[in-house]
């Protein structure tokens, strides 16, 4: 198909180069053409990470940044959607949260950055009502306390919305300096995949959970193995006992 549009544009003066000309002079490294090893270890994060993670947080003094990586913990949001919550998508009892918008990135003609908050969501599926653990429901309680005539949930000093690549920053850092494997917030949304189709959580709770279309998308993409070395060797010791 490629090679018929290079041809026409050929034919119709678009271009001088024929494509099997290009390809003749093409060059594509090495490293390029190799695949590249997805290690679990760089993808989710394991239970005793987390645990350490949450325990950094609450010993350090309080940020709306750092509740904001608790929730993604808990919820498996996106980071444009977490950036993009607003008190009045929370419910009533703290005990849901309507997914509706998101944080968009694009350039300017003059190449500045910009960050938007759009009234829809990455994906027609990622329109969804999300189910919070307790602690994350108590914790959207206590913030609300205090902040809650805010219109975005997380904000800073000046009341200003926290974007994205904020939260994402800091997960990275907290990483650094508790010497695990630096990740990024989308590994927190895997990880959440990943312990909910580990606990066997029906399919349909899991896809609303999410904002998947369907399972194989889910376990494709986001099913990794958690567990330490340790607990893989205790589990392949048990299976392969011959006697």
């Keep these: 198909m490629i090679s018929g549009i290079w041809l026409y544009g050929k034919k119709t003066k678009q271009t001088e180069l024929y494509i099997t000309e290009f390809l003749k002079v093409l060059s594509i490294s090495n490293k390029a053409l190799e695949q590249q ?3 679990n270890e760089e993808q989710v994060f394991t239970d005793k990470e987390v645990v350490s993670i949450f325990t950094f947080i609450k010993q350090h003094k309080f940020s709306m940044v750092n509740v904001g990586i608790l929730l993604a913990f808990y919820a498996g949001l996106r980071c444009g959607e977490l950036a993009a919550l607003r008190w009045r998508d929370v419910s009533e009892d703290f005990r849901t949260i309507k997914i509706q918008s998101s944080e968009i ?3 300017d003609h003059e190449g500045k950055r910009h960050f938007e908050v759009v009234p829809h969501t990455k994906t027609k599926e990622g329109l969804r009502t999300i189910t919070l653990p307790t602690e994350a429901s108590l914790a959207l309680k206590a913030l609300y ?8 949930i997380f904000t800073n000093n000046d009341g200003c919305r926290i974007q994205g690549r904020v939260f994402s920053d800091k997960l990275n850092s907290i990483c650094h300096q508790l010497k695990i494997v630096p990740r990024r917030l989308h590994k927190a949304r895997k990880t959440v995949c990943s312990k909910l ?6 399919d349909r709770l899991i896809l609303d959970q999410v904002g998947h279309t ?4 889910t376990e494709q993409y986001y099913h990794k193995d958690r567990r330490p070395q340790d607990e893989k060797c205790r589990i392949i010791n048990a299976a392969l006992n011959y006697g």
């Design 37 to 39: 090893e997805e290690k």
């Design 105 to 107: 990135t694009y350039k």
């Design 145 to 152: 306390k205090d902040f809650g005539d805010n219109e975005f």
């Design 197 to 202: 189709l580990d606990a066997h959580v029906d």
């Design 214 to 217: 369907d399972r194989h998308t």
